[in-house]
């Protein structure tokens, strides 16, 4: 099991840029597919972008895509998100997720080891 804390979040305009972190523990993230969801008020928890645990593939939700950017610093055993362009329909609690040996899916439920959340409100 990995640990994971998100970092980043805060309150920001629309237009504006904001970079999460995900800082993990416990176990090195080489090994792991590690994901950012999202939940917004009232809405059930989306996929946001991931990366596999090899390979150079990223995978973005249609709504993000153009604007986010997930990488990740194995070495820091960190993953980060920088949001871009960022819209009023972003704000929600961003979570990162872990996946041992997995391939990016956008299926929540794929992922067992899951941060506490960073919230992110973009005001229009």
């Known amino acids: 099991q990995v640990q994971l804390v998100e970092s980043g979040g805060g309150s920001v305009q629309a237009g504006g840029s904001l970079r999460l972190s995900c800082t993990a523990s416990g176990h090195s993230i080489a090994y792991y597919a590690m994901a950012w969801f999202r939940q917004g008020p009232g809405k059930e928890r989306e996929f946001v972008a991931a990366?596999?645990?090899?390979?150079?593939?990223?995978y973005y939700a249609d709504s993000v895509k153009g604007r986010f950017t997930i990488s990740r610093a194995s070495g820091r055993n960190t993953v980060t998100l920088q949001m871009n362009s960022l819209k009023h329909e972003d704000t929600a609690v961003y979570y990162c997720?872990?996946?041992?040996?997995?391939?990016?899916?956008?299926?929540?439920?794929?992922?067992?080891?899951w941060g506490q959340g960073t919230q992110v409100n973009v005001s229009s």
């Open positions: 997720a872990a996946q041992f040996y997995g391939l990016g899916g956008e299926d929540l439920n794929l992922y067992n080891d």
């Open positions: 990366v596999p645990w090899s390979g150079t593939n990223r």
